[in-house]
């Protein structure tokens, strides 16, 4: 088969996509209808293409994705799980997908009742006392919490100016600290790979707002001195924060409210089996203890009497985007929830742990485990010892391209050298976890025998081994026409 063209490369000046015949009546030029201002004095530099080569390309292009209904995506701390289609079934029912976002709440009981109905199950699963679906995704939650511990300090009179964060974590931290106005610490991790006890104690004072923390945290590991890091947070006065991006690893299990933290975000499509990127809609859940409820942003579903109605908190953050919420999103999230029930969701929780520590215990022989315990629900691991041998994390990803996985997460925790972060999560057969891990013991393998093989990987994927370096400086941002791609200025 010839190798596949650009658009640009397939069209021919005159081609349409669709061409209706004549309406038999006078049709006016666009200058008649459109003002002069709004006119193109050219036409637009697009490819001119058949209605079949458009299906085709765009078919093709689909067709070289690699996402969850076709790979195994073991991608450390994103939770690239199986999304359930009785979810999309639900989701699309006409009277969730039919509903006008300016309906009044006396026409929309169904589906405030159900938007109410999650709220509850949110609250149960992360013991907080009140939750807002308002936000449009984990970071915006992420930003939502952080504003909240703002409004909270600013109401008691006092002025905090700093957020403390560990060594291990998610890059959108510091920059939700930074959005809300903070001032960003970070604090060390102990030989353990958990929070350091006495460095958390040397930053903790009266200008703190906020530590923000993730557990199990990103080298896969549960936080087990949560209780002292909770005494210490409060100790002063501030308020700990859970990063829900690893809640996949306690939902049904543990409740973070228990564990004492004040506030928590929900990625849904990590723990709720929503739909991942591609750049639709999110959902990110804030949910808070009972002392912060009134700043909780945008609407909440309250009920009184069987009748529902959405209410701002009395001292809300205000809005930070339109209605309620991602209500096809949301859908999604209470069906999941729904169709597993407390147990089920309790055995997802335990089924995911148990497949990352079945990874580690086959892997952790040829791949060193940073820490060397048993993990929660994604397991890290180093190529160091692949690297002295003379092939780096990176070249092991590309590698396990030519054998048709999907890599993990590298370079990433931050803090381990050569670092390979594997998130299997529950949704995948223990057929598939030893093909990965066969897959991986035979790259080790090639390592010894020919790094330079390596090296050269991918060999089977439509591009090949991208120069990274040049790339960055020497970007393609400019299409000229039919002389090509040329940098950008």
């Not at 969850?68 to 701390?77: A, E, M, R």
Request: with cysteine.
């Amino acid at each position: 088969m010839n190798a596949p063209k650009l658009l640009f490369e397939q069209a021919k000046a005159g081609n349409r996509g669709w061409a209706p015949r004549p309406p038999g009546v006078p049709e006016p030029s666009a200058a008649e209808l459109i003002p002069a201002k709004y006119l193109r004095s050219e036409p637009a530099d697009l490819p001119e293409v058949s209605e079949l080569d458009a299906v085709r390309h765009f078919t093709r292009l689909s067709q070289l994705n690699a996402c969850i209904d076709t790979h195994f995506y073991p991608l450390g701390s994103c939770t690239m799980k199986y999304n359930p289609r009785v979810n999309e079934k639900v989701a699309a029912l006409p009277n969730f997908a039919g509903m006008h976002p300016f309906a009044p709440d006396e026409c929309a009981q169904g589906t405030l009742g159900m938007l109410h109905g999650l709220q509850q199950m949110l609250q149960e699963i992360c013991g907080m006392s009140a939750f807002s679906l308002h936000c449009a995704a984990g970071a915006h939650g992420e930003l939502a919490g952080i504003l909240v511990s703002r409004a909270y300090h600013k109401s008691r009179g006092e002025k905090r100016t700093r957020v403390v964060l560990p060594d291990t974590a998610h890059g959108t931290n510091p920059a939700s600290a930074r959005l809300g106005g903070f001032e960003v610490v970070t604090v060390s991790s102990n030989s353990r790979g958990r929070t350091s006890l006495s460095a958390l104690r040397e930053v903790m004072d009266g200008s703190v707002a906020l530590f923000m923390l993730t557990n199990p945290n990103t080298l896969g590991l549960f936080e087990d001195e949560i209780l002292e890091i909770a005494d210490i947070v409060h100790g002063c006065g501030a308020l700990l924060y859970l990063d829900g991006a690893n809640l996949n690893a306690l939902a049904g299990v543990v409740r973070p409210g228990d564990l004492g933290f004040d506030i928590v975000h929900v990625n849904t499509h990590k723990t709720l089996s929503t739909p991942h990127g591609g750049g639709g809609p999110g959902a990110g859940p804030v949910g808070v203890a009972a002392h912060l409820a009134e700043f909780l942003p945008g609407w909440v579903v309250t009920e009184d009497g069987g009748v529902y109605s959405l209410q701002r908190p009395p001292s809300s953050i205000g809005l930070l985007r339109g209605f309620a919420g991602s209500v096809g999103i949301l859908t999604r999230a209470y069906a999941y929830l729904r169709a597993l029930g407390p147990e089920g969701l309790r055995e997802h929780t335990l089924g995911a742990v148990t497949s990352a520590n079945y990874l580690r215990a086959r892997l952790s022989g040829t791949f060193a485990p940073h820490v060397d315990e048993p993990c929660m629900h994604e397991c890290v691991l180093s190529a160091r010892a692949q690297k002295e041998r003379g092939a780096r994390a990176l070249d092991i990803a590309m590698c396990l391209l030519d054998a048709g996985f999907h890599p993990p997460t590298t370079y990433f925790p931050l803090i381990v050298e050569e670092a390979l972060m594997i998130e299997p999560t529950e949704s995948e057969s223990r057929e598939t976890l030893d093909a990965f891990v066969d897959a991986l013991l035979e790259i080790d393998r090639l390592i010894t025998s020919d790094p330079e093989a390596a090296h050269a990987a991918p060999r089977s994927t439509p591009v090949g081994r991208l120069d990274e370096v040049r790339a960055a400086r020497e970007p393609v941002l400019v299409w000229k026409g039919d002389s090509g791609p040329s940098a950008g200025p």
